[in-house]
């Protein structure tokens, strides 16, 4: 379910403010203040709907007399031509509602189509797709929930509810060992605090397999023949993630290796969003 918070509105608010600035003056020229209309939202390509109850947030931010009517199910794959949702009440409310809602629904169709593309090509392996912090600025509930919706788990909301020990964090401390040893001592008593280090050798892997209190080891720009290594060196022990250099081309190589997670930025950084259009229409009378 779309996690509704003052922060998503917040950011609808912002969006609509952003196109809106002073009014709409085209509308305000042309349309009759108490004109009504009715339009349809429209797959204009294949791919998996997303966002669709960002409609009533965005319209409603203008009229309460808005109605909106979702005709498809969240998630559903759809096809180019499908009506995906009618809404129908104050003519000026949909004319300056369309484009943010459009921008909205066309991001996160494009994430979550994205994402299913590389879940589907990882099928049948034991692998699950990861997203990452690798998100546009403002947008990571929003980002986060359509890589669900398209197949994904969810990795780290944000630096507060994982630690991550990488590459950086082990330079600052002086060593993998030190790292871990210092996190070890400040997440005791908090078990549903996990704690994941990044290895860039099949030698950390070593040592990070010496180390107590580490859940799972993300192998950080292995080839996927030294992941398939670094899964046999951990043999069950901890979780494994491979992360880095990661394509649509070599996903699967790398689900093939027994890794548990692969974490794919592009599926967020890399996604291109849906042609959806809207379309004002007469409404039958009577």
Known sequence: MLPIDSSIIRLIQFAIHEDLGTGDI?????????????????MKQDGVICGL??????????SSEVDIEIKVNEGDRIVSGTVLALVEGPAHALLAGERTALNFIQRMSGVATKTQQYVDEIAGTRARVL????????????????????GALNHRIGLHDMVMIKDNHITACGGIREAVEKVASEVRGRPSLKVEVEARSLDDVA?????????????????PSSVAEGVRMVKGKLETEASGGITFENIRAYAEAGVDFISVG???????????????????QG
């Open 131 to 150: 997203d990452t912090r690798k998100t546009i600025p403002g947008w990571r509930l929003l980002d986060k929930y359509a890589t669900t919706i398209g």
């Open 53 to 62: 109850p960002i409609l009533a947030l965005v319209f409603r931010e203008f």
């Open 266 to 284: 592009a599926i967020t950084h890399s996604a291109t969003a849906l042609d959806i259009s809207m379309k004002l229409f007469v409404p039958k």
């Open 26 to 42: 085209t509308s305000d020229y042309c349309v009759p203040h108490d004109a009504t209309a009715a339009a349809r939202f429209v």
């Open 207 to 223: 040592e990070i397999l010496e180390c107590t209190g580490v859940h799972r080891v993300m192998f950080d720009n292995f080839t």
